[in-house]
């Protein structure tokens, strides 16, 4: 799926900071592992994700952060609720509109 805002699973290997991956996360989306699907497959229908939050120890560790704290912290209060957001024109990488859709997303949650 293109639009992250339209997206109700995520499914990865690892922790990723890229444009849907902090999309995902902002919303609440869960972000799940590869065997979500493996299992899925398997029984020929999705399985609940709960048991399939992604665990990346090392990018938990990197990043000081737990996936499954921050997903239920996006559940129960808007990631950049209270803040105010500049952007400026001469931002470097990810694109200005990539930007701007996080922060839509991140203010909004987008449901």
Known sequence: MEDPAQCTVLVTDKVRRTYKFLCALAKSVPIVAIDWLTESKTKKEFIDWEKHILKDLEAETKYDFKLRESLDKAREKKMLDGYIVV?????????????????????????
């Open 87 to 111: 952007l400026t024109p001469n931002i470097g990488p990810p694109p200005i509109k990539e930007l701007k859709g996080n922060i839509e997303i991140f203010l909004y949650q987008l449901i």
